[in-house]
């Protein structure tokens, strides 16, 4: 790796199932995406809501997600969901 650069692990998660909890599962199901950086003690994980942006409504659940697309709802300093879309590299 290049200074600077982070590997990272991932993967795509249902919304909380008790009594399971997080169960992975594909892409274009998924209502969570979960990111770890470094390892052991060093890990540091992030979940990121996974969902939709349509008329001004931000919401998560099956399907939100294509094999082109995957739009990752974040909050702001303001605490509003805001809507961030991943592309597929053409």
């Known amino acids: 790796m290049e200074t600077g650069e982070q590997s990272a692990s991932y993967y795509f998660a249902s919304g909380d199932l008790p009594p399971h909890g997080h169960v992975q ?10 990111l770890t950086t470094g390892e052991g003690e060093e890990a540091n994980t992030v979940m990121i809501d996974v969902g939709k942006y349509e008329d001004g409504h931000a919401y998560t659940g099956t399907n939100c ?26």
């Open 25 to 34: 599962v594909r892409y274009d199901t998924a209502m969570e995406f979960f």
């Open 65 to 90: 997600t294509t094999e082109d697309r995957i739009t990752f709802l974040l909050r702001d300093e303001s605490h509003s969901v805001v809507p961030v879309d991943f592309l597929k590299a053409k």
